[in-house]
Nanobody, 125 residues
């Protein structure tokens, strides 16, 4: 069993930046970030392969967010820039025990075996 712990959320103004971190208690392969706003379904934000060779982004964050990972620290990051009020949500880190192939795999909630508890990001206008 792998535990994921997110950190780095907070209240910011539109245009600001935040960096989320997700520390895993063990080795993971495919990892992703999702978010869920009140009354909405959980949606994919970004995903990254084991060796960081391939990254995937939702259209809503492409060009603003950057996902990265440090396998030596079992940690994945999400750098969020030029934040907008519509980015307000609880952000979740997710991990999969095995590798994954293609955007569709990384973007699917069902792909992942482990989830963090979430960290709140609130962007004021």
């Amino acid at each position: 069993q792998v535990q994921l712990v997110e950190s780095g959320g907070g209240l910011v103004q539109a245009g600001d930046s935040l960096r989320l971190s997700c520390a895993a208690s063990g080795r993971t392969y495919a990892m992703g970030w999702f978010r869920q706003a009140p009354g909405k379904e959980r949606e994919f934000v970004a995903g990254i392969t084991w060796n960081s060779g391939i990254v995937y982004y939702a259209d809503s964050v492409k060009g603003r967010d950057t996902i990265s990972r440090d396998n030596a620290k079992n940690t994945v990051y999400l750098q969020m820039n030029r934040l907008k009020p519509e980015d307000t949500a609880v952000y979740y880190c997710a991990a999969r025990r095995a590798s994954c192939s293609g955007y569709g795999c990384y973007a699917a909630v069902m792909t992942y075996d482990y989830w963090g508890q979430g960290t709140q990001v609130t962007v004021s206008s």
